[in-house]
């Protein structure tokens, strides 16, 4: 007993909350005597006096003993009790539930009640466990001897001890594939027998010390029918990768299955492709000198990818070495830097190491154009993408050296060096021999050949729809 507790006196001016899902779906079903009993049963509990015993509660009602009962009864086969005891008399309430109410008639059990206690009769089946039962069979339309089957099979692989938690578990699984007639439910366990044999050692592997149970028959199903992989297959996978469960063991098959890897010869094939992608990535990750705790997302978000695009592991290692080198020292930096050599099109070492032996010659170039411009710092990316653009306009780079010069004291000497090829473009001059339209007496500027006035530079602009290269 709690060291705190209300007075009677407390009680008695206090309330005794009714859910309204019973006033409105269960209170029309029933006499006004059930519901004297089934509301004055409320404030019982609630009073939690220890004294009040079935004659003192049919006293205060003013109601029959059998009747008190018979209406307690009326209300567990509604749901919302439960009569855990005859001899003394014991009820239990039970929350109201959510769902449409459905009279179960508890009779029509009878012979199922001393059929389901035969099969277990390691332990004493509780009420509340029944109607869970009885919830199920009316829920599915499951025959009581449907049901019987399913508690045999459960008793069979767990023992005779066994919880009705698991075999509600695996009676709901076979309603909600449809196996709810006593004939589709003896050809399931007739299949399940008949199958036992071909994946027991499958089962095995997985988990030594386990029975195979209709959960993994399902599984086997789906793998040898829905994903067309055989036995041995199977089999193959389980103990090439010592997963320690069949859901697992499910979750590799299906990996397998979206690889179009169905064969022992393709299996193995991948899971060696698979070990040396790993050993790759642990290479990448030492180059990098990172350290990484779990290598799987290494491979599957960066390596895996990376070798779909073409690149080989030498070439990995020879780009997480520069990465390292160049103080780029992350996954995301590599991956980036990956991504840009894919796009250009540099997959193979060779390409990369001829693309960077041209870059250093063209930085060598670039530094005698940033001298010649009275600059002094280091090439930059913006630099290398004009000299690209420069010689994307065909100038050699004689001319380009030559617009540096010519930019020497600007306030922006490469900017001016594009204004200069670009007018030296529009006159068609790529050879020394005829840069004459520059004038330093024009204040360093590029002659127009043409000029335009504000109106005749509108006319033009409203004359195309567009500029396109």
């Given at each position: 007993?709690?060291?705190?507790?209300?007075?009677?006196?407390?009680?008695?001016?206090?309330?005794?909350?009714?859910?309204?899902?019973?006033?409105?779906?269960?209170?029309?079903?029933?006499?006004?005597?059930?519901?004297?009993?089934?509301?004055?049963?409320?404030?019982?509990?609630?009073?939690?006096?220890?004294?009040?015993?079935?004659?003192?509660?049919?006293?205060?009602?003013?109601?029959?003993?059998?009747?008190?009962?018979?209406?307690?009864?009326?209300?567990?086969?509604?749901?919302?009790?439960?009569?855990?005891?005859?001899?003394?008399?014991?009820?239990?309430?039970?929350?109201?539930?959510?769902?449409?109410?459905?009279?179960?008639?508890?009779?029509?059990?009878?012979?199922?009640?001393?059929?389901?206690?035969?099969?277990?009769?390691?332990?004493?089946?509780?009420?509340?466990?029944?109607?869970?039962?009885?919830?199920?069979?009316?829920?599915?339309?499951?025959?009581?001897?449907?049901?019987?089957?399913?508690?045999?099979?459960?008793?069979?692989?767990k023992g005779e001890a066994i919880g009705f938690r698991y075999i509600l578990k695996v009676a709901s699984d076979f309603c909600q594939r449809g196996l709810n007639t006593v004939a589709k439910i003896e050809k399931e366990l007739s299949d399940y027998t008949l199958r036992q044999g071909e994946?027991?050692?499958?089962?095995?592997?997985?988990?030594?010390?386990?029975?195979?149970?209709?959960?993994?028959?399902?599984?086997?199903?789906?793998?040898?029918?829905?994903?067309?992989?055989?036995?041995?297959?199977?089999?193959?996978?389980?103990?090439?990768?010592?997963?320690?469960?069949?859901?697992?063991?499910?979750?590799?098959?299906?990996?397998?299955?979206?690889?179009?890897?169905?064969?022992?010869?393709?299996?193995?094939?991948?899971?060696?492709?698979?070990?040396?992608?790993?050993?790759?990535?642990?290479?990448?990750?030492?180059?990098?000198?990172?350290?990484?705790?779990?290598?799987?997302?290494?491979?599957?978000?960066?390596?895996?990818?990376?070798?779909?695009?073409?690149?080989?592991?030498?070439?990995?290692?020879?780009?997480?070495?520069?990465?390292?080198?160049?103080?780029?020292?992350?996954?995301?930096?590599?991956?980036?830097?990956?991504?840009?050599?894919?796009?250009?099109?540099?997959?193979?070492?060779?390409?990369?190491?001829?693309?960077?032996?041209?870059?250093?010659?063209?930085?060598?170039?670039?530094?005698?154009?940033?001298?010649?411009?009275?600059?002094?710092?280091?090439?930059?990316?913006?630099?290398?993408?004009?000299?690209?653009?420069?010689?994307?306009?065909?100038?050699?780079?004689?001319?380009?050296?030559?617009?540096?010069?010519?930019?020497?004291?600007?306030?922006?000497?490469?900017?001016?060096?594009?204004?200069?090829?670009?007018?030296?473009?529009?006159?068609?001059?790529?050879?020394?021999?005829?840069?004459?339209?520059?004038?330093?007496?024009?204040?360093?500027?590029?002659?127009?050949?043409?000029?335009?006035?504000?109106?005749?530079?509108?006319?033009?602009?409203?004359?195309?729809?567009?500029?396109?290269?």
């Open positions: 007993m709690s060291f705190c507790s209300f007075t009677k006196e407390f009680n008695k001016y206090t309330s005794t909350d009714i859910d309204n899902k019973f006033i409105t779906s269960y209170l029309p079903e029933a006499s006004g005597n059930a519901v004297k009993v089934y509301l004055y049963g409320l404030l019982a509990c609630k009073d939690a006096d220890e004294s009040l015993t079935l004659g003192k509660f049919s006293e205060n009602l003013k109601l029959d003993e059998d009747e008190v009962k018979d209406c307690f009864k009326f209300w567990e086969e509604w749901g919302l009790l439960n009569v855990i005891s005859e001899d003394p008399f014991l009820v239990k309430y039970l929350p109201v539930s959510s769902d449409k109410p459905k009279k179960i008639n508890v009779e029509k059990y009878g012979e199922f009640n001393k059929a389901l206690q035969a099969l277990i009769p390691e332990r004493m089946i509780t009420t509340s466990e029944y109607t869970a039962y009885f919830n199920l069979m009316e829920d599915f339309s499951l025959p009581p001897e449907a049901m019987l089957m399913i508690v045999k099979y459960c008793v069979d692989i994946f027991a050692g499958i089962v095995a592997a997985v988990s030594p010390n386990k029975k195979p149970e209709v959960e993994d028959l399902n599984l086997y199903k789906k793998w040898t029918e829905d994903y067309s992989f055989s036995p041995d297959a199977v089999l193959f996978t389980a103990k090439k990768t010592k997963v320690k469960s069949m859901a697992k063991l499910d979750k590799e098959l299906s990996s397998l299955y979206s690889a179009k890897k169905i064969s022992v010869e393709e299996i193995g094939n991948y899971y060696s492709e698979k070990n040396k992608t790993t050993e790759t990535a642990r290479k990448i990750a030492r180059a990098l000198s990172l350290y990484v705790e779990i290598i799987d997302p290494v491979v599957e978000n960066y390596v895996t990818p990376w070798m779909n695009m073409g690149y080989d592991e030498e070439t990995l290692i020879f780009i997480a070495n520069f990465c390292f080198r160049k103080n780029r020292r992350t996954l995301e930096d590599m991956n980036e830097l990956v991504s840009g050599l894919y796009k250009n099109g540099l997959i193979t070492i060779m390409s990369i190491a001829e693309y960077i032996k041209s870059a250093t010659a063209d930085d060598g170039f670039i530094k005698t154009l940033l001298a010649d411009a009275g600059l002094s710092r280091k090439p930059t990316d913006w630099d290398r993408r004009n000299l690209k653009a420069w010689r994307g306009w065909n100038f050699s780079d004689e001319m380009i050296e030559e617009a540096a010069k010519i930019s020497a004291g600007k306030s922006n000497p490469m900017s001016y060096v594009n204004a200069v090829l670009s007018g030296w473009k529009a006159q068609n001059i790529f050879t020394p021999d005829k840069i004459t339209v520059y004038s330093k007496s024009a204040g360093g500027k590029m002659a127009n050949s043409h000029n335009y006035s504000k109106e005749q530079l509108d006319d033009l602009i409203d004359n195309i729809e567009d500029i396109e290269f």
